[in-house]
């Protein structure tokens, strides 16, 4: 599958999921900056990942002081999460979106722990 078209597919669920959500989730969503990307290798601690992430959170979460610099981000592996779901296009849709609140989640500040008891792991 190309990755252009894992793009769009990923950004139409992250569309259609936003709109559900709580109006606060969804403020905290417009907050966060969402890149696709292939496979993890771009960022500048990808080096310490092993590569087969399906999704990363970076920078300061809710509440948290950061370097003015670093803006909060959530990274999507499109390619990753493809692979993972067996290359089935409705469960890449839906594994876009628990990847996405799971990250989510580390942006509000929930640790793992938190984040399974949402039901988002």
Same mark, same amino acid.
């Given at each position: ?46 080096? /310490?990942?092993?590569? &087969? *992430?399906? $999704? ?6 809710? #509440?948290?002081?950061?370097?003015? +610099? !670093? ?18 296009? /409705?469960?890449?849709? &839906? *594994?876009? $979106? ?6 989510? #989640?580390?942006?509000?500040?929930? +640790? !793992? ?9």
């Amino acid at each position: 599958m190309e990755f252009e078209t894992l793009s769009v597919w990923a950004d139409e669920e992250l569309q259609s999921l936003i709109k559900v959500l709580p109006t606060d989730i969804q403020e905290a969503a417009q907050k966060v900056a969402i890149s696709f990307e292939e496979k993890p290798g771009d960022g500048v601690y990808d080096d /310490q990942l092993d590569g &087969d *992430e399906l $999704g990363l959170f970076e920078g300061p979460a809710v #509440g948290e002081e950061g370097d003015t +610099d !670093e803006l909060p981000r959530i990274r999507l592996f499109v390619v990753n999460l493809w692979e993972w779901v067996g290359e089935e296009e /409705q469960d890449f849709r &839906d *594994e876009v $979106g628990t990847t996405f609140l799971h990250e989510l #989640g580390h942006y509000l500040g929930w +640790d !793992e722990e938190e984040v399974a008891e949402r039901g988002l792991e």
